[in-house]
């Protein structure tokens, strides 16, 4: 064995002085809100420049249209420079019943943003997060990609493809010293829980989830930016549920 061979792709900076002295840049997806917002700001306090693409942003983008994203990220490039970390936060959650006729329609809207737009802004950003091997990606799947509930069909799917997706990227990427990671929270407080009537929310956390709640947005971004960290650089591939203990408990 050759010197060097191995730990062929370990970070080239301290991390000390990789995290004082240099200035890293994140794509967030889906930041203008809930989880992604809340990453977002989280990143920001930890000196992180950070690109919003979200169609709710000042500079609109449909992460499920490709030249939205290859646009939005080279706005990004140009104002912040090369990217180091992406986070897929981007989603939607679709239902149905397989045979509603309104249930391809919401299979493809799943599809289209929670999958196929995490991988655009990843393919989007590659050339960036492989220059120095220490690019970091985490995708957003859910406790829905663990499992399955009624009538959620679409979004599980969507959700169980991401996991497959991020460890895809993981195994594809992992001698590059680029790491995959994905988080799946449980039942959070977002705009898209936030039309359950609070009752229903607080009877059903106490019955499902171990901590008897649902979880704050910032609770979950903890968990994504601690895997963006250049000291994370041998997790990869990790699924990691963010849920209160409710995947760990005996239903």
């Known amino acids: 064995m050759k010197k060097g061979d191995l730990y062929p792709t370990r970070p080239r900076h301290s ?35 950070v690109g919003v693409l979200d169609r709710n942003s000042s500079s609109p983008v449909d992460v499920a249209d490709r030249a939205e994203v290859k646009a939005g990220v080279a706005r990004i490039r140009k104002t ?14 679709s239902s149905g019943q397989l045979d509603d006729e309104a249930y391809l329609r919401e299979w493809e809207r799943a599809i289209a943003i929670n999958l196929t737009g995490s991988m655009h802004v990843v393919r989007a950003c590659l050339p960036d997060l492989l220059r120095n091997g220490e690019g970091r990606i ?9 499992g ?7 979004y599980s799917v969507s959700k169980h493809a991401v996991v497959g997706f ?11 010293g680029v790491t995959a990671n994905c988080v799946c929270p449980g039942a959070t407080l977002t705009a898209m829980t936030a039309p359950i009537p609070e009752v229903d929310r607080h009877t059903w956390a106490r019955r499902h989830v171990p901590a008897g709640r649902y979880a704050a947005p910032e ?6 930016v601690a895997l963006t960290e ?19 408990m005996s239903m």
């Open 148 to 154: 399955a509930a009624r009538s959620l069909g679409p």
């Open 15 to 49: 991390w000390v002085f990789y995290c004082l002295d240099m200035t890293r840049v994140a794509v967030v997806t889906g930041g203008a809100s809930g989880i992604g917002r809340a990453t977002v700001q989280l990143l920001e306090a930890k000196g992180v420049a």
């Open 80 to 93: 912040f420079g090369p990217v180091d970390i992406v986070v897929n936060a981007a989603g939607v959650s």
């Open 166 to 176: 991020t460890r895809s990227l993981a195994v594809d990427l992992g001698r590059t």
């Open 230 to 248: 250049p000291g994370a650089s041998f997790v990869n591939g990790a699924i990691i549920p963010v849920d209160g203990g409710q995947t760990a």
């Open 219 to 224: 609770e979950i971004a903890y968990m994504i």
């Open 138 to 146: 985490v995708n957003l799947a859910s406790t829905e990609g663990l």
